[in-house]
């Protein structure tokens, strides 16, 4: 009975995993409220992507911190604090009457997602047995990638029918069902830790994931060639070198990160990142294109992207057991392979995607993604033992995080940029420019994951074998 798992284990990870499904799910419905908030806040799209761009700096920045926080607090004390901060979070959100005020709620609840996901993933790799682990790794990948999907879509259609505040109004009776689950059900010792917690590591991934958002702002206000834009590239590159020395030589650590010298984690972590790069990219591009260049309503524009959606949450779970009964190869080989064909098809097609088509399209991607995305943890996850576990844990958590972060960043700005070049002030034009652009971008980077899975099973999977 040793690969049984307990209801109990179940309703622990289901609470766990519903309350990230509620973080991320708030953070992609805000995506296409955005033209309906810088009216109604009477704030600018730069300013108002910062609900999204900063909520998900925080999510990372606090996802640093929990392989330190795994090791110190108890499983269930952790969960009570990110649930409290959430509902909290949600309630100050509702009633905001400015742009500040709504931040600082957003503020509270990317705490609450980055407490909770690393939880999630955590209590699977300590309470599931190694046969069952592509399975239940594979259905946290659901909750993770199905939440960005569906948000736009939960978000235009309460935003169309009554206002984005009911957005809140809506995940506060989920909050405290989940808080009652998770009290009763999370179990789990604290394992303990002597070393103190670094506060240096922390402040200086706080800085370097900052400066490179920051630095690819300069891009979209000043263009990619300017002073402002390479002097803050510059920049970050001498901060990222100045911690990593100094993590190199400090006798505390917030993250092993030699575990990074493993080529194998490497590089299924590099699969890991991209992937949530274009999942939450292109959940972030399409309702705006929609919207500006096809002139869809916000319902519209979220609901394009459901039918991908939950089809991408039907095979997450079938990609788990795949990988189970034949290991890595199969579903990251036709994974890397569907995200390429779709990245390649928004791209070619970007000048005449109509509604049908973008739905069609995005199917392929998000068949193509979950079938990734949870195998890619699942894999990095066998790589390392004992108390590593813990920071793999929480670098794939951080990373898969600030992917996001830095697609909506990125991607936006590609769209602000084109822009400053086309010579006209058409925002159609440029937004059609910008997100073909975008397209291109994650063509290549979707290329480049499709190149790492061969180049892992000829160089390290096949010679063992």
Known sequence: MKDVVSNRVKL???????????????????????????????????TVQWLTTGYLLLTTVVMSTTAYILKKFDPRKIFIFAASLCLLGSIICMLAPNFPIL???????????????????????????????????????VVISLAPALGPTYGGVVNR????????????????????IGYFSIRGKVPGTKVSFDYGSVIGLAIIFSMILFTFDQAGA??????????WLIGSIVVIGIFSWYNKNSKRQLIDFSILKLPVLRLRLFSYFSL????????FVLPIFAQTALK?????????????????????????YVYDKKGALIPLLFSGSLITIGSALFWFNSENLTLMSITLIYIIVRIGFN??????????????QGSKKSDQNSLFSMM???????????????ITAAALTSGTKDTVVNTILGTKIDFIVLTVLSLLVLISIIYVYFRYEKKSN
Do not use: C
């Open 12 to 46: 622990s990870i289901l609470a766990v995993g519903l309350l990230s499904f509620t973080g991320i799910l708030i953070e992609t419905s805000m995506n296409v409220t955005f033209p309906t908030l810088t009216k109604v806040l009477n704030v600018s799209l730069g």
């Open 103 to 141: 931040m600082a709620g957003r503020l509270l609840q990317a705490i609450a997602t980055g407490l909770s996901t690393p939880l999630m993933f955590n209590l699977i790799f300590l309470e599931v047995p190694q046969s069952k682990l592509g399975l239940y790794t594979g259905l946290a990948g």
């Open 161 to 180: 029918i009554w206002s984005w505040r009911e957005i809140f109004v809506g995940v506060v009776p989920l909050i405290i069902i989940l808080f009652l």
């Open 222 to 231: 000043h263009g990619w060639l300017s002073v402002n834009f390479i002097g």
């Open 276 to 283: 949530q790069f274009i999942n939450i990219g292109l959940s």
């Open 296 to 320: 869809l309503d916000s319902a519209q524009a979220g609901l394009m992207l459901l039918p991908g959606s939950l089809l991408g949450a039907v095979v997450g779970p079938l990609a788990g």
């Open 371 to 384: 079938f990734g995305f949870g195998t890619s943890l699942s894999d990095g996850s066998t790589q390392v």
């Open 400 to 414: 898969q995080q600030y992917a996001g972060s830095l697609g909506t960043n990125v991607l936006s700005v590609v």
